[in-house]
């Protein structure tokens, strides 16, 4: 189901990702829910749930990556 704020987010998700994220994985999640209501767009028998939040996570590392430290930056700023 899409969300519609960012506490409405499953908890590992408010809890990993920092406020900017949160609102990158949102709207990138709420997108992929509308794109992939058509179970044929879906690969491997993948749910609708399973694959917005797999379009999600990857919106948000599009933007933020673990560094050598192993800690998240912006790689727009690199």
């Known amino acids: ?3 519609s704020q960012l506490t409405d ?3 590992w998700v408010q809890h990993v990702l920092p406020k900017h994220w949160q609102e990158i994985y949102l709207a990138a999640f709420n997108n992929a829910w509308q794109q ?3 179970p044929k767009k ?3 028998g993948e749910t609708r749930e399973e694959v917005s ?9 599009r933007v933020y990556q673990k560094n050598e430290e192993e800690k998240w930056v912006d790689i727009r700023q690199q």
Not at 53 to 61: C, D, L, P
């Open 36 to 38: 992939y209501r058509d």
């Open 1 to 3: 189901m899409p969300y």
């Open 53 to 61: 939040h797999k379009v999600a996570w990857f919106a948000v590392e």
């Open 9 to 11: 987010l499953p908890r």
């Open 42 to 44: 879906r690969r491997g």
